[in-house]
């Protein structure tokens, strides 16, 4: 055991992002039943890049509930199977606005995997700096 170093993680320096900060806005979904795979193709394949291609939406990641949280006694109904993460440079609202007019306009569709009575959408603005951990040493 004298051969492995305790490191303190919080006694490490942290390093803060001056660049400008973005934006998140946050969206929750599930599929309709047993049309989860038509879902994550439609979301990924198509949904995602049209909305990257709207000004001021600058990345997006998607996220799966973990498996081992997901069962009949722990994942009641209500809860949410997707998460995808959106970084916007523009204000919240108008990212909104912009996202809202494309859908109503029938530029973007929606796919009838989605289940829209469960979907939830909303923005959050940063508070604070981004605080990212310094590089470790391997070793």
Request: glycine residues 8%.
């Amino acid at each position: 055991m004298d051969h492995l170093r305790k490191i303190n993680l919080f006694a490490q320096p942290r390093r803060h992002s001056i660049a400008a900060m973005t934006n998140l806005m946050v969206v929750l979904t599930n599929a309709v039943a047993g049309r989860d795979d038509e879902l994550n193709e439609w979301y990924d394949n198509e949904h995602i890049p049209q909305v990257l291609a709207l000004p001021g939406f600058v990345s997006a990641q998607r996220f799966r509930l973990g498996d081992g949280q997901v069962g009949p006694e722990l994942s009641p109904q209500g809860h949410h199977r997707y998460l995808a993460l959106y970084e916007i440079e523009i204000d919240p609202a108008e990212a909104l606005r912009v996202l809202g007019e494309e859908v109503d306009s029938g530029r973007m569709g929606v796919s009838p995997a989605l289940d829209l009575s469960s979907t939830a959408q909303w923005t959050f603005e940063p508070i604070g700096p981004r605080v990212s951990a310094e590089p470790r040493s391997a070793g």
